[in-house]
T-cell receptor
Framework: AQTVTQSQPEMSVQEAETVTLSCTYD???????LFWYKQPPSRQMILVIR??????QNATENRFSVNFQKAAKSFSLKISDSQLGDAAMYFC???????????FGTGTRLQVFP | DAGVIQSPRHEVTEMGQEVTLRCKPI?????LFWYRQTMMRGLELLIY????????DSGMPEDRFSAKMPNASFSTLKIQPSEPRDSAVYFC??????????????FGPGTRLTVL
């Protein structure tokens, strides 16, 4: 069974600085998707970024980028120029190409200090 | 688009009462998912539908839980009778057909359920 591990329960960063959130996963499949979702205090789950496993190029969305290491089964999220509004829980998620189920990690709480 | 709509946003009820949570997916999405989030268990998939048909309900915790999708624009999750351990945030999410490049799940704002 696939699993997703986020080993950092909490992280903190100074405003305007860069922070990296870690995520590793376990799967025997070669075709899958990976996601980072953000959950601010409002509870809304917001998609931050998505990566297809067959793509070698790392996904980027404005200040958010990933470091996808398929062989190492690692999918870290880098937030550049951190803003106060980035403070939230961040969830890493995995979905096989062949199923519809999202498997979530336990989340990392990110604090941003002015 | 208005996004996934859930109602109510908050629900407080007493043990033994029936609770009905509602969801309107994004128009055109043919998949609908119900999740539950708790501190102890994190985010769990309860059930999901494709074209209004339940595909996998293996995550539904007990027979007290039931879900329906009578049409493409509406789904309900019902708990009867409710128990304090059902207290959680319940999310609805929708997506296009999976296997395409547009199969990301988009979540609603959630319903916070408190069972006293």
């Amino acid at each position: 069974a696939q699993t997703v591990t986020q080993s950092q329960p909490e992280m903190s960063v100074q405003e305007a600085e860069t922070v990296t959130l870690s995520c590793t996963y376990d799967t025997s499949e070669s075709d899958y998707y990976l996601f980072w979702y953000k959950q601010p205090p409002s509870r809304q789950m917001i998609l931050v970024i998505r990566q297809e496993a067959y793509k070698q190029q790392n996904a980027t969305e404005n200040r958010f980028s990933v470091n996808f290491q398929k062989a190492a089964k690692s999918f870290s999220l880098k937030i550049s120029d951190s803003q106060l509004g980035d403070a939230a829980m961040y969830f890493c998620a995995y979905r096989s190409r062949w199923t519809d189920k999202l498997i979530f990690g336990t989340g990392t709480r990110l604090q941003v200090f002015p | 688009d208005a996004g996934v709509i859930q109602s109510p946003r908050h629900e407080v009820t007493e043990m033994g009462q029936e609770v009905t949570l509602r969801c309107k997916p994004i128009s055109g999405h043919d998949y609908l998912f119900w999740y539950r989030q708790t501190m102890m268990r994190g985010l769990e998939l309860l059930i999901y539908f494709n074209n209004n048909v339940p595909i996998d309900d293996s995550g539904m915790p007990e027979d007290r839980f039931s879900a329906k999708m009578p049409n493409a624009s509406f789904s309900t999750l019902k708990i009867q009778p409710s128990e304090p351990r059902d207290s959680a945030v319940y999310f609805c999410a929708s997506s296009y057909s999976t296997g395409s490049s547009t199969d990301t799940q988009y979540f609603g704002p959630g319903t916070r359920l408190t069972v006293l």
